[in-house]
């Protein structure tokens, strides 16, 4: 896991915009754009009506760094307008083919720090996992200005799943049967281990859960929500999610692998020799951050 420190390097402050979205840009592939449509779990019905009860007007949302679009269809039924914008034209275009059927939404490829749409016309503005991979000053004054007074900019993070159950084939047991915390190990070790040094920044993420991201105005209260999502996939879903990891695609890149070959690498990881293992319930920590915009703040 990569090591940064929380404030943004001169030079990279004095980089033009466009080349700051360049750098967080990690996912411009149709493969990835597919792998992330595909293997990401669905945007958490708790997300949405956290925005429902934080956000007062119901004419724009935008949501930066849509990707594929997953986590702004949602909210279509709820806005006038819906707004995805991402750097890569590979995530816009699968956003664009997902969608041809919402007449309310619409996805633009842009600079996250120059976001097409008008002044004070923005009731809010969702990021969903995106606050690790940008410039947070830049991003808080382009924010500043699209939004209306009293709009909301919220972020979204998920957690690395923790396996808590196990079922098996059969209920005999062995000494050989993978324990709890020995998948949970090996699991860690796909991150720590076979990813090391591939993840990118990481500083307002795990463990802090945006909880050191800082207010959008000075001396603001910021509003946190955390809880915990749970359910049964198994080792092959499992290593698929794996592979929509920023990480993931380095390591192909790195080694000359094609994500297939990969996924396979990590479920050998996780089963150990151990082919009993049909399902695993696993866990994962969620949470939000939001903040409202204030009229001269």
């Known amino acids: 896991m990569d090591e940064h420190n929380a404030e943004t390097p001169k030079q990279e402050q004095e980089q033009p915009k466009q080349e700051q979205s360049e750098k967080y840009d990690l996912f411009n592939t149709a493969e990835l754009a597919e792998l992330y449509s595909k293997y990401q779990p669905p945007l958490d019905e708790r997300v949405i009506e956290i925005v429902l ?27 006038s307008k819906v707004i995805g914008v991402d750097y890569s034209p590979a995530q816009i275009d699968l956003a664009k083919s997902l969608s041809q059927e919402i007449s309310n939404a619409e996805f633009l490829q842009g600079s996250l720090y120059e976001l097409p749409v008008a002044d004070s016309s923005v009731d809010c503005i969702i990021g969903v996992m995106i606050a690790q991979f940008i410039d947070l000053p830049q ?37 050989t049967d993978t324990t709890i915390s020995q998948l949970n190990e090996r699991i860690s070790y796909i991150k720590t281990g076979l990813f090391a040094g591939l993840f990118h920044d990481r500083t307002h993420f795990n463990p802090q859960k945006y909880s050191n991201i800082p207010p959008l105005h000075p ?79």
């Not at 956000?55 to 279509?76: H, Q, Y």
């Open 139 to 175: 991003l808080f004054e382009e924010a500043k200005r699209v939004l209306k007074p009293g709009g909301v900019l919220l972020f979204h993070g998920k957690g690395s799943p923790k396996v808590v159950q196990i079922e098996r084939e059969t209920e005999t047991e062995s000494e």
């Open 219 to 297: 001396d603001q209260d910021i509003k946190r929500e955390e809880w915990t999502s749970s359910r049964w996939t198994t080792l092959p879903v499992l290593a698929d999610y794996m592979l929509t990891w920023s990480a993931a695609g380095k390591y192909c890149a790195k080694h000359g692998l094609s994500s297939g070959e990969l996924k396979e690498k990590m479920i050998e990881v996780m089963k150990g020799g151990d082919n009993g293992m049909c399902s695993v319930r696993c866990e994962a920590d969620r949470f939000t951050w939001s903040a409202c915009h204030v009229t001269g703040g």
């Open 53 to 79: 009860s934080s956000t007062k007007g119901r004419d724009c949302l935008v949501d930066i760094g849509c990707g594929s679009g997953s986590s702004t269809r949602p909210f279509c039924s709820h806005f």
